[in-house]
């Protein structure tokens, strides 16, 4: 197996076993070098008075996107800063899919973007965020 084999295993398991990843329903559809799609179904509990998702919920699936793509690098990393563009409204019962990728890969920082689609392939959230390097994985 190779280093890249054996850090996607174990991404897959500590993000399997997770608390707020299991809570909000958040499952990985594909990991590569410095890239990360993540599944996200909106439910009644994701979301806001309007039935619509709640953008704590959103937010929470751009972070865990970018900071996992960051992770594929084999770094261990915490989140800086974020900046959100709530694009469009989520009803109920939509599945959304976020594209996490870094655009910057540094030894302190990693600067990463995330776009969520809707399951029409529509845009409806995009994000920026700035993490901090603390460590690695092995």
Same mark, same amino acid.
């Given at each position: 197996?190779?280093?890249? !084999?054996?850090?996607?295993?174990?991404?897959? $398991?500590? #993000? !399997?076993?997770?608390?707020?990843?299991?809570?909000?329903?958040?499952?990985?559809?594909?990991?590569?070098?410095?890239? %990360?799609?993540?599944?996200?179904?909106?439910? &009644?509990?994701?979301?806001?008075? #309007?039935?619509?998702?709640?953008?704590?919920?959103?937010?929470?699936?751009?972070? $865990? %996107?970018?900071?996992?793509?960051? $992770? $594929?690098?084999?770094?261990?990393? @915490?989140?800086?800063?974020?900046?959100?563009? #709530?694009?469009?409204?989520?009803?109920?019962?939509?599945?959304?899919?976020?594209?996490?990728?870094?655009?910057?890969?540094? !030894?302190? &920082?990693?600067?990463?973007? &995330?776009?969520?689609?809707?399951? &029409?392939?529509?845009? @409806? @959230? !995009?994000?920026?965020?700035?993490?901090?390097?603390?460590?690695?994985?092995?």
């Amino acid at each position: 197996m190779t280093d890249l !084999s054996l850090l996607k295993d174990h991404l897959h $398991t500590i #993000y !399997s076993e997770n608390p707020f990843v299991t809570l909000l329903q958040m499952e990985i559809v594909e990991l590569d070098t410095g890239k %990360a799609t993540l599944f996200m179904p909106i439910k &009644t509990k994701h979301t806001n008075f #309007y039935n619509s998702a709640h953008g704590g919920a959103l937010a929470a699936l751009a972070d $865990t %996107a970018m900071g996992m793509a960051c $992770t $594929t690098t084999g770094k261990k990393v @915490v989140t800086l800063d974020m900046n959100l563009n #709530y694009i469009r409204d989520i009803p109920c019962q939509e599945a959304l899919t976020a594209v996490g990728l870094i655009i910057h890969n540094g !030894s302190r &920082t990693i600067v990463a973007t &995330t776009d969520i689609f809707n399951n &029409t392939h529509q845009l @409806v @959230v !995009s994000a920026r965020a700035t993490f901090f390097v603390t460590g690695t994985f092995f």
